[in-house]
C-alpha cells in the first residue's frame, strides 16, 4: 500500500515537470540564420521550465505568411508567425486574427517598454496611436558591400566607398576600364534597394498619407521626377554594363556576381553580410547607399526590412502568458545584441547596441555598424519613416514586372514607374474593397 | 456494337458497386471544382474574417484586365509550341527507334528515362543550364555570339519554358508514338514499297494516317498537360516573368490566389480555366475525332 502511494506521487511529479505549455513559432529563417534562431530558443527553453517554444521553418517570407493564413482559416495556426515588412498592411488589417503585441504584454503582465526600441524600426510596426502591434526581430537595411581588391587593382582607394551614384558611375567605368572587374555593381531586391529606400534616402515620398501610414486608402507617388531619373540611369548603365541586374525579388543572381568577383559592388540588406563573408575571399569593404547629391534632404535616413512576430488569436491563457515571456527573453539586449552581431540583422533596442558597443564589437569589426548609423543618420520624416500599403506582396511583383520591361527596353523609366503607380493603386484599390 | 448485359439479382447491388467511384469523383472533382465556382462569386480578406457576395464581379474585372488578356495570349503560344515540338520530336525519334533493330530496348529505356524526373526538378536542371551568370548553355551561345538572358528577354525566357515542358514530355509521346508504330503491320508498309513508295512517301501517306487515333490522343493529352501541368516548370524555371512574359493562366491562377492572396479572382481563374479545358475537349472530341481512322 505503501508502495504504491509513492508510486502514485512520483507519478503525479512526473506529470507536473512534464506540464510544459506549449508554443509554436512559425519562422522562415533557413541556413545558418535558421541555425541560430533554434539556438536562441533552445536558450529560452533551458532557462525556463514552464514553457516550450518550438521553431518550425516554413521557407521563403511570402511561404511563411501564405502557410499562417490558410492555418488559420483551417483553425491550426500556429501561436506566433514571423511576417516579412511589406506582409504588415494585410496582417494589420486583420482585426480578429492577430493580437496586438502591445495587448498581449500588457494582459499578460510581461516586462515591456516599447519606449526601448530603436525609433526607426518600431515606427514601422505601430499604429497610429503609437501602440506596437508585432515584435521587431529581424529588422535590416540595405547597404553597400564592395571588393577592396578589385578597388586597388583599378586604382581606387579602397579604404573610400563611393558616396554618391555619380562615384559609383565613375568608379564602375574605372573599375571595367582596367579590367579589374567584369562589371560595376548589382544589386538585390530592386524594389526595396532601388525603389523605397531610394527614395527615403532622398526623403521623397512613396505614397499619399505619410506613405500610407494615415490611412489604408493610399495611393503610390512613386514616379516622381528623382526616381524616374534613377531608374533612366539604372537602364543606362545596365545598357553600358556597368550594372547588372541580378533577377527579380531578392535577386538571386546577384549575390553570385558579387562573390565571383564579377561585380565590385553589390547593395543588399546588412543581413546578408554573413553570406558575404562566408563566400567571399577578397577583402570586403562596406559602406552606405549612395545618392545624388544634388537632391536637397540626401541623404536622409534609409528605412527597414526583415520582418516581425505576429501573434494570432485563437489559442488558450497559458500559450499566450508563454508568448509573452518569451518575447520578454527575446528582446534583452543579450540576446538582441547576440542576434545582431552574428546575422548582421540591426540591433532593436537601444540597450543592444549599447551592449555591442562596450563589447568593443563594431571597433573589432569596422562596417558592421554602417546599417545603424544609415538609418539613424536623420530623425525619420513622413517620407522616411517606412512604408505601409494593403496588397503590397503584389505590388513589388509589379514593381519587379516594371522594373524588366525598362531594362529589355519595352518601356522608358517614365512610362515603367507611371505604370507601377496605376497598378499598385488598383490593388491598394482591391485590398480597401476587401478588408473594408 | 454488342453489350453485354449483366442482370443483377439484388436492386441495389449495381449501386453499390459503383458507389466507390462516384464517392472518389464526388470528392475529389465534383465537390472542389464546386467549391471552386461559389468561391468565384465572393470577395473575401485573407484571413477569410469577411466575405461579401460580389456577384460576376471577379469575372469581369478578369476580362477587363489586361494582364489576365496577356496571359491568355502566352498561354496560347506556349501550348501550341510545347505541344507542337514534344509531339514532333518524339514522333521523330520513335520512327527512328522503330527502324533500328538491334538494341532499340536500350534507345527505349534511354528517351524515357526524363519522365521519372519531377518537373520542378526538370524545370531547376534547364535554369541551371541556361542560367545567365552561371549556365553552361548560356556559355555555349556566348560562343556562338548569342548573348542569352532569360531573366530579361522574354522569347528568351518563353523558349526556355516551352524546351523545359517538352523535354518530360517528349518521353511520354514517344512511348505511346512508339508502341503505335509497332502496331502498324509490316506487310502494309512491304505492300506500299513493292509499289515504288519511297520511305518518306510511305511514312506521309500509309504510317502517318494509321497513327492517327496515336496521335490524336495525345494531342489531348498534351494540351490538357501544358494547361494543368505545366505549373511546376514555369515555377522553377522563370516564375512567370520577365514581365509575365511566360505568366501562363495556371501560373497567374497560384500567384495571385496562393501569393497575391486574392481568393475570389483565383477562383474565377480556376473556373474559366475549367472551362477552357472542356471546350477544346469536346472541339477535339467533336471535329478532330471524325477525321481520326481507328
Redesign the interface.
Known amino acids: 500500500m505503501k508502495r504504491i502511494l509513492i508510486a502514485g506521487l512520483l507519478a503525479s511529479a512526473a506529470t507536473s515537470a512534464y506540464a510544459q505549455t506549449e508554443v509554436t513559432w512559425w519562422h522562415a529563417m533557413g541556413g545558418e540564420l535558421g541555425a541560430k534562431l533554434e539556438e536562441i530558443v533552445e536558450g529560452y527553453n533551458a532557462s525556463q521550465d514552464q514553457y516550450h517554444v518550438t521553431p518550425v521553418y516554413k521557407g521563403s517570407y511570402t511561404d511563411t505568411m501564405t502557410s499562417a493564413i490558410a492555418a488559420f482559416r483551417a483553425g491550426e495556426q500556429p501561436d506566433v508567425v514571423q511576417v516579412f515588412e511589406v506582409g504588415t498592411g494585410t496582417m494589420m488589417a486583420a482585426e480578429g486574427a492577430i493580437y496586438p503585441v502591445y495587448k498581449l504584454m500588457e494582459d499578460h503582465g510581461a516586462d515591456f517598454d516599447p519606449a526601448a526600441f530603436l525609433p526607426a524600426v518600431v515606427g514601422y510596426y505601430t499604429d497610429t496611436n503609437g501602440n506596437m502591434l508585432s515584435m521587431p526581430f529581424n529588422s535590416s537595411t540595405p547597404i553597400l558591400y564592395y571588393n577592396k581588391d578589385a578597388f586597388a587593382a583599378a586604382g581606387l582607394d579602397p579604404e573610400t566607398a563611393p558616396t554618391t551614384w555619380e562615384d559609383v558611375e565613375a568608379y564602375s567605368r574605372k573599375i571595367m576600364e582596367t579590367g579589374a572587374a567584369e562589371c560595376g555593381f548589382t544589386t538585390g531586391w530592386v524594389s526595396w534597394v532601388q525603389l523605397e529606400n531610394f527614395s527615403a534616402w532622398h526623403n521623397l515620398e512613396i505614397g499619399t498619407n505619410e506613405n500610407g501610414f494615415g490611412s489604408m486608402d493610399s495611393e503610390l507617388t512613386v514616379n516622381g521626377a528623382q526616381q524616374v531619373r534613377h531608374w533612366d540611369n539604372l537602364a543606362t548603365w545596365q545598357k553600358d554594363g556597368l550594372f547588372k541586374y541580378g533577377g527579380p525579388g531578392g535577386g538571386a543572381d546577384a549575390a553570385p556576381a558579387f562573390y565571383a568577383g564579377e561585380c565590385a559592388m553589390y547593395m543588399n540588406s546588412s543581413a546578408s553580410r554573413a553570406g558575404v563573408v562566408a563566400n567571399t575571399d577578397f577583402d570586403l569593404g562596406i559602406g552606405m547607399l549612395p545618392y545624388y547629391d544634388d537632391v536637397e534632404g540626401a541623404p536622409q535616413n534609409s528605412i527597414i526590412g526583415g520582418a516581425t512576430l505576429w501573434v494570432l488569436e485563437g489559442q488558450s491563457d497559458a500559450e499566450y502568458d508563454g508568448v509573452a515571456d518569451f518575447f520578454s527573453y527575446l528582446s534583452s539586449a543579450e540576446v538582441q545584441a547576440d542576434w545582431h552581431q552574428f546575422s548582421g540583422y540591426l540591433p532593436i533596442t537601444e540597450a543592444a547596441y549599447e551592449l555591442g558597443q562596450e563589447q568593443g564589437y563594431y571597433e573589432a569589426n569596422p562596417g558592421t555598424d554602417v546599417a545603424i548609423k544609415q538609418i539613424t543618420l536623420n530623425a525619420p520624416t513622413p517620407n522616411s519613416k517606412g512604408l505601409r500599403f494593403g496588397n503590397y506582396v503584389q505590388t513589388r511583383a509589379v514593381i519587379d514586372e516594371e522594373f524588366q520591361a525598362l531594362l529589355a527596353g519595352d518601356k522608358t523609366a517614365q512610362e515603367a514607374l507611371d505604370a507601377v503607380v496605376e497598378r499598385g493603386n488598383a490593388l491598394i484599390k482591391d485590398f480597401v474593397d476587401a478588408n473594408g | 456494337m454488342q453489350t453485354k448485359r449483366m442482370t443483377f439479382r439484388s436492386r441495389w447491388l449495381p449501386f453499390l458497386l459503383i458507389a466507390p467511384q462516384l464517392a472518389i469523383t464526388l470528392i475529389f472533382f465534383i465537390w472542389p471544382a464546386a467549391q471552386a465556382i461559389r468561391q468565384s462569386f465572393l470577395?473575401?480578406?485573407?484571413?477569410?474574417?469577411?466575405t461579401r457576395f460580389v456577384g460576376l464581379d471577379n469575372y469581369t474585372r478578369l476580362l477587363d484586365s489586361p494582364e489576365y488578356l496577356e496571359s491568355f495570349r502566352v498561354t496560347v503560344i506556349f501550348s501550341i509550341s510545347t505541344a507542337a515540338l514534344s509531339m514532333g520530336l518524339a514522333l521523330l525519334l520513335a520512327v527512328a527507334v522503330d527502324r533500328v533493330i538491334r538494341g532499340n530496348r536500350i534507345y527505349t529505356t534511354l528517351t524515357i528515362w526524363p519522365y521519372a524526373v519531377a518537373p520542378a526538378v526538370a524545370g531547376v536542371l534547364w535554369w541551371f543550364m541556361f542560367?545567365?551568370?552561371?549556365g553552361i548553355l548560356t556559355y555555349a551561345l556566348k560562343v556562338m555570339g548569342i548573348d542569352w538572358n532569360d531573366?530579361?528577354?522574354?522569347t528568351h525566357a518563353m523558349i526556355l519554358v516551352v524546351i523545359a515542358a517538352s523535354w518530360k514530355q517528349i518521353s511520354y509521346n514517344f512511348l505511346f508514338f512508339l508502341a503505335g508504330l509497332q502496331s502498324i503491320p509490316q506487310s502494309l508498309r512491304e505492300a506500299a514499297a513493292i509499289d515504288g513508295a519511297g520511305p518518306v512517301k510511305r511514312f506521309f501517306t500509309v504510317v502517318f494516317p494509321l497513327l492517327s487515333p496515336t496521335t490524336f490522343f495525345l494531342l489531348v493529352v498534351n494540351i490538357t498537360y501544358t494547361m494543368f501541368d505545366t505549373f511546376a516548370v514555369v515555377d522553377a524555371t522563370t516564375?512567370g516573368?520577365?514581365?509575365?512574359a511566360t505568366n501562363i493562366l495556371v501560373f497567374k491562377v497560384y500567384?495571385d490566389g496562393?501569393?497575391?492572396?486574392?481568393l475570389g479572382s483565383s477562383a474565377a481563374q480556376s473556373v474559366i480555366l475549367m472551362g477552357i479545358v472542356m471546350l477544346l475537349t469536346f472541339v477535339q472530341f467533336r471535329w478532330i475525332e471524325r477525321r481520326v481512322q481507328y
Do not use: H, V
Not at chain 2, 151 to 154: A, H, I, P, S, V
Open positions: 470577395r473575401e480578406d485573407p484571413f477569410g474574417l469577411s542560367n545567365p551568370t552561371i531573366r530579361l528577354d522574354g516564375a516573368g520577365p514581365n509575365r500567384q496562393f501569393i497575391g492572396l486574392n
